[in-house]
Nanobody
Framework: QVQLVESGGGLVQPGGSLRLSCAAS????????MGWYRQAPGKQRDLVAV???????IYADSVKGRFTTSRDNPKNTVYLQMSSLKPEDTAVYYC???????????????WGQGTQVTVSS
């Protein structure tokens, strides 16, 4: 199994910045993608950003130019640097990792516990 531990959420004023971290551990054979989703109250969970291994980094249109995601591969950690935050960025942010635990198995998505980000004055 794969465990994900998130950190870095909190309360920030509009225009401020926050950085989220997500560390993956466990029986990891290969990671195919690491990224972030968010879910606001009463809304569906939406993609924020994802880094694919050997492929592109994808951002939601609503965060392009403000958010940056990066990976530390030796540490199996993904980061989300959020800048110029807006009230509409308020949500629970979930880390998502697409990983394989065995060469005999296909990739499985794993989710972090979620971290609250609140943008308010």
């Amino acid at each position: 199994q794969v465990q994900l531990v998130e950190s870095g959420g909190g309360l920030v004023q509009p225009g401020g910045s926050l950085r989220l971290s997500c560390a993956a551990s466990g029986s990891i054979f290969r990671i195919d993608a690491m990224g972030w989703y968010r879910q606001a109250p009463g809304k569906q969970r939406d993609l924020v950003a994802v880094i694919t291994t050997g492929g592109p980094t994808i951002y939601a249109d609503s965060v392009k130019g403000r958010f940056t995601t990066s990976r530390d591969n030796p540490k199996n950690t993904v980061y989300l640097q959020m800048s110029s935050l807006k009230p509409e960025d308020t949500a629970v942010y979930y880390c998502n990792v697409l990983a394989t635990t065995s060469p005999l198995r296909g990739p499985t998505p794993y989710w972090g516990q979620g971290t609250q980000v609140t943008v308010s004055s």
